[in-house]
Nanobody
Framework: VRLVESGGGSVQAGGSLRLTCTFS???????????LGWLRQAPGQDREEVAT???????NYAESVRGRFTISKDSAELTLYLQMNNLKPEDTAKYYC????????????WGRGTQVTVSS
């Protein structure tokens, strides 16, 4: 399966971006009950889970983004979203889309990332 992120870019603090991740190239692949998430990594820092959707649909957020970011999915369109509002300079990072394999609650499939840069 191929995961492709889009929607990154440069924005001023307080602005918004919407990241999109599309899943393709594997007939029969579904995301309706799959563990999904957005993660980010800034230069020199560890990768951080930003937001995830559990297999039962429960949404989870890092404390640093709760109330500002919203993760959602369109299972029919095989698309995962991350709406990011009130962006801060500390949100600057490369953002990755990821998905679990089968019933696993960890990430097996990864996109190549999209850069988000927030200026003050």
């Amino acid at each position: 399966v191929r995961l492709v992120e889009s929607g990154g870019g440069s924005v001023q603090a307080g602005g918004s971006l919407r990241l999109t991740c599309t899943f393709s190239e594997l007939p029969g692949f579904t995301i309706s009950t799959r563990y999904l998430g957005w993660l980010r990594q800034a230069p020199g820092q560890d990768r951080e889970e930003v937001a995830t959707i559990d297999r039962d649909g429960k949404l989870n957020y890092a404390e640093s983004v709760r109330g500002r970011f919203t993760i959602s999915k369109d299972s029919a369109e095989l698309t995962l979203y991350l709406q990011m509002n009130n962006l801060k300079p500390e949100d600057t990072a490369k953002y990755y889309c990821a998905a679990g394999a089968g019933t696993r609650n960890d990430f097996t499939y990864w996109g190549r990332g999209t850069q988000v840069t927030v200026s003050s």
